[in-house]
């Protein structure tokens, strides 16, 4: 996704060009990770010796079952009460504020948009060439479709065709000249809404 794409899709288009960046770098979309996490994930990420502290300091205060559930099958952190057992153990500075943060990180984090689009953080230089990208586009390619109306009596049917720049009506009981295709396309819709009603 490009800037400008983000940008349209978030309906920021006439917003301010500073507002625009602040919206597009705001950590404000939640991500979860509910992968089971044990003591050698923790290790790999905060290094064997955190690790140990911090186990010893689960056997201080009797987390007999948390020291066990980290050692086998592992705790899911995006658990709301995974993510409260680690602010209680900030509260009494267990773990820093800072490990605190890093551990319920595993779990539960948020972006930004333009993380979340794969886009690095916005300047206002870059919003403002993505709006004038938008500014520059060519107007939208109208839609093709064919609309059809039609009014279907035991006498007679009539149908109003439009579509493709053409518009022409088709009254059975007061034939007028049709083209091949045209012909074809009335009777085929003619045959299947009279096949529909005489269900």
């Avoid at 800037?3 to 301010?16: A, D, F, H, K, Y």
């Avoid at 923790?42 to 948390?66: C, N, P, R």
């Avoid at 689009?117 to 107007?139: H, K, M, R, S, W």
């Amino acid at each position: 996704m490009t800037l400008s794409e983000l940008i349209r899709s978030m309906g920021l288009t006439s917003q301010p060009v500073d507002e625009i960046v602040a919206t597009l770098n705001a950590k404000t979309i939640r991500k979860t990770d509910s992968t089971k996490v044990t003591y050698a994930v923790l290790a790999d990420k905060f290094g064997s010796e955190v690790v140990a502290q911090f186990d010893a300091k689960l056997q201080q205060i009797g987390f007999e079952w948390a020291r066990l559930t980290l050692a086998g099958a592992g705790i899911d952190f995006s658990n709301e009460q995974t993510q409260a057992v680690i602010d209680g153990f900030v509260a009494a500075n267990i773990v820093d504020p800072a490990t605190g943060a890093a551990l319920k990180a595993l779990g539960v984090w948020h972006v930004s948009p333009c993380e979340d689009a794969g886009l690095p953080p916005a300047t206002e230089a870059d919003v403002q060439a993505a709006l004038d990208e938008i500014a520059n586009e060519p107007p939208p390619t109208p839609d093709p479709a064919v609309m059809v109306s039609g009014v279907i009596r035991p006498e007679s049917t009539f149908l109003t065709l439009a579509g493709h720049g053409q518009r022409f009506s088709f009254n059975s009981s007061t034939p007028v000249p049709l083209d091949a295709k045209q012909q074809a396309f009335v009777s085929a819709i003619t045959d299947a809404v009279h096949a529909y009603f005489a269900e």
